[in-house]
């Protein structure tokens, strides 16, 4: 057998969802932001037809959906139109191929949002209520293992993806640092 480690992920064993690091929410799942960039079409000389390119940095709405089980007090608390704090914490089930063994990786991924919409669901006798909420991101961050991979903060203009800040040459030519 090799030496070399050979991690393949095979699934979120479980997470949880809290708001202001602590407070636990409830039974949920979770549509984390799509991530799509500002985009516009180039062509010209050299350019065989066109092509949209990103804008470095730049992104569309990044919204964050949360679908309870039933409706909470602490849901009901994410419709007040103020910056909401909240903290999503997964365990990542891994297998080595190397070794035959099983290890778990830590990922946390923490928003900024403000409501854009609530929806109180359906009452129906033994079932669920399908509540929900969707918050607008103006901050995402993606930590795994401890290490920052992926940060977005819309209004203090940071973009940084692996720990490289993909905006410092725009911030530098703008004066901003």
């Known amino acids: 057998m090799s030496s070399s480690v ?34 516009e079409s180039v062509k010209g000389a050299g350019i065989l037809g066109e092509l949209e390119t990103p804008t470095i940095g730049q992104t569309k709405s990044l919204k964050t959906k949360i679908n309870f089980r039933t409706t909470t007090s602490d849901m009901i608390s994410l419709l007040d139109c103020v910056g909401h704090d909240l903290e999503f914490r997964s365990a990542i089930q891994k297998y080595d191929v190397s070794s035959g063994e099983r290890s778990i990786e830590g990922h946390r991924i923490v928003i900024r949002g403000f409501p854009s919409e609530g929806e109180l669901g359906k009452l129906e ?53």
């Open 125 to 177: 006798q033994g079932g669920a209520n399908n509540s929900s909420i969707e918050l607008e991101c103006v901050y995402l961050k993606y930590v795994i293992n401890g290490t920052t991979v992926l940060e977005i903060d819309k209004l203090n203009y940071v973009y940084k993806v692996s720990g490289t800040d993909l905006l410092s040459g725009i911030k530098t030519a703008l004066g901003i640092i």
């Open 6 to 39: 050979n991690p393949i992920p095979e699934r979120i064993h479980d997470y949880r969802v809290y708001k202001s690091g602590n407070t636990f929410l409830g039974t949920a799942d979770v549509e984390l932001p799509k991530i799509q960039y500002n985009t």
